[in-house]
């Protein structure tokens, strides 16, 4: 299993912006998928499942409205939608694949910087 | 649901064991099996490193055993190493879809290896 986060960087306040989550090594349609975060110097923080036929959705429930999950199974990709960013959501992103439970296997992760 | 509880930092020398517990309630850890263990390094990814309260994933060391009473996980890594130094972090589900969050983290323990 091998996952590569990517689209992070530095965004305004208030701006969007969509990571990704690319997948290789093993059947991505077959897995569901999470989102988690990790703030500067501070713990885990889950944020998001998506299930493997992609029919249902999860969320933290303060990210709701504001955040999306996604899949492309065509292309091995999940996908995070992040709208209206905050300085508190500043944080190193992961992806991870979810086989019955909690995340499994993780990727490098990606990080988002919101700052003006 | 709050984050699950661990204590801050542990330490310990070389050789001895240490348990580290991850404390919620019958809504989380008390309420279900699937409660897992993170190990981390500063600047990496977390590793799974125990799931579904007892299981050791492929790779994972021997060391490394977990087990849960009532409401509380505990992680215990045996013949403590330099290696083992790192955060290690528990999860648990946490509930149905109306939940605030499906899943939860506990705090993060610092292991030292004295």
Redesign the interface.
């Known amino acids: 299993v091998h996952l590569v986060e990517s689209g992070g960087g530095v965004v305004q306040p208030g701006r969007s912006l969509r990571i990704s989550c690319e997948g290789s090594g093993f059947t991505f349609s077959n897995y569901g998928l999470?989102w988690?975060r990790q703030a500067p110097g501070k713990?885990?923080?889950?944020l998001a499942?998506i299930w493997a036929d992609g029919t249902?959705t999860?969320y933290?429930?303060?990210l709701k409205g504001r955040f999306a999950i996604s899949r492309d199974d065509y292309k091995n990709t999940l996908y995070l939608q992040m709208n209206n960013l905050r300085a508190e959501d500043t944080a190193v992103y992961?992806c991870a694949t979810r086989s019955?439970?909690?995340?499994?296997?993780?990727?490098?992760?990606t990080l988002v910087t919101v700052a003006s | 649901q709050s984050?699950l509880t661990q204590p801050a930092s542990v330490s310990a020398s070389p050789g001895q064991s240490i348990t580290i517990p991850c404390s919620g309630s019958s809504d989380d850890v008390g309420g279900?099996s699937?409660?897992?263990w993170?190990q981390q390094y500063p600047g990496?990814?977390?590793?799974?490193i125990i799931?579904?309260v007892y299981k050791r994933?492929s790779g994972a060391s021997t060391r490394f055993s977990g087990s849960k009473s009532g409401s509380t996980a505990s992680l215990t890594i045996s013949g403590l190493q330099a290696e083992d130094e790192a955060d290690y972090?528990c999860?648990?589900?946490a509930g149905r879809?109306t939940?605030?969050?499906?899943?939860?983290?506990?705090?993060?323990t610092k292991v030292t290896v004295l």
């Open positions: 999470h988690v713990g885990l923080e889950w499942l249902s999860f933290l429930e303060s992961y019955g439970g909690c995340p499994e296997d993780w990727g490098q992760g | 984050a279900y699937h409660v897992s993170y990496r990814a977390p590793k799974l799931y579904e994933p972090y999860c648990s589900f879809s939940s605030v969050s499906l899943y939860v983290f506990g705090t993060g």
